[in-house]
């Protein structure tokens, strides 16, 4: 009995993909930021939500809702002017479109744009993967009245 983490990836026009563990997540996502910069025809957005996986008496159970999701933008390039973010894409022939404060934005390597990262800061993906794989979950069985 019991459960386990998992990270669900999805994005705009790239579905949806689950990755067990950490290896897994980075090797996709390694693959994933070059290959959504080039392709995705607007929004190169990606969406990392933990869930949960595992059976508990006997129950298959996959949790597909966690309120901590991390969303990305994927750019060559972040500027910010008057509070607000701007993102670039040459491959598509963008320069300067606005978007939510929201999110992290990443190049195609997956360095992290912004928020500006401070010297020795952990980055929001590490710091994301670090928290979601690191969970440990315990249940104890108890009777009710």
Do not use: W
């Not at 990392?48 to 969303?71: F, Q």
């Not at 929201?102 to 360095?111: E, F, H, I, P, R």
């Amino acid at each position: 009995m019991g459960l386990k983490t998992i990270i669900k990836v999805s994005g705009s026009q790239q579905g949806t993909t689950f990755h067990e563990n950490e290896k897994s997540l980075r090797d996709y996502l390694s693959r994933f930021f070059p290959d959504a910069y080039k392709n995705f025809s607007r929004h190169p957005i990606l969406v990392l939500e933990r869930c949960l996986k595992g059976d508990v008496d006997g129950y298959r159970i996959l949790s597909t809702t966690h309120s901590e999701t991390l969303p990305f933008y994927i750019s060559e390039d972040c500027k910010i002017s008057d509070g607000k973010v701007y993102v670039s894409n040459a491959v598509k022939n963008t320069t300067n479109n606005h978007i939510s404060n929201g999110y992290t934005v990443v190049n195609q390597a997956g360095k992290q744009l912004y928020p500006k990262l401070k010297e020795n800061q952990e980055s929001a993906l590490d710091k994301y993967i670090r928290e979601s794989f690191g969970v440990k979950y315990k249940f104890i069985k108890q009777k009710t009245k």
